[in-house]
């Protein structure tokens, strides 16, 4: 329709974008631009053509891995904080209670 959401011009340059309201052939996901040594971008990239996956996805797949590695940190410390004047030594009834059971046959 003209004038419409399909007929759309940006302020690039006249470009038309799409009923969706981007550039056609564009992705919706966020751009950006990294610098990472020469060598590792070129193991990236055979393991990308490896994998038969794009550059995009696998850097994506490396950093969803390295975010979920450290999901844990904040409870770490949040467990550390609370235990953090505790003495570290266990009750002494809790300590002969372990040590009668050593003798059991599991």
């Given amino acids: 329709t003209p004038g419409g ?4 011009r940006g302020a ?15 992705t919706r996901d966020m751009k950006t631009a990294v610098s990472i040594p020469d060598r590792l971008f070129e193991a990236a ?12 996805a696998l850097y994506a797949e490396a950093l969803q891995l390295l975010i979920d590695a450290h999901a844990g940190d904040d409870t770490t410390a949040r467990l550390d ?7 570290g030594h266990l009750d002494p009834t809790v ?10 046959p599991w």
Avoid: K, Q
């Avoid at 690039?12 to 564009?26: R, S």
């Avoid at 490896?50 to 995009?56: A, F, G, T, V």
């Avoid at 300590?95 to 059991?104: G, H, K, P, R, T």
């Fill in 12 to 26: 690039l340059g006249g470009v038309t974008f799409g009923a969706a309201g981007f550039i056609p052939g564009y």
């Fill in 45 to 56: 990239d055979a393991l990308a053509r490896e994998r038969r996956m794009s550059r995009s």
């Fill in 95 to 104: 300590v002969a209670a372990n040590a009668s059971l050593a003798d059991e």
């Fill in 5 to 8: 959401a399909s007929a759309r």
């Fill in 81 to 87: 904080a609370v235990y953090a004047d505790h003495d």
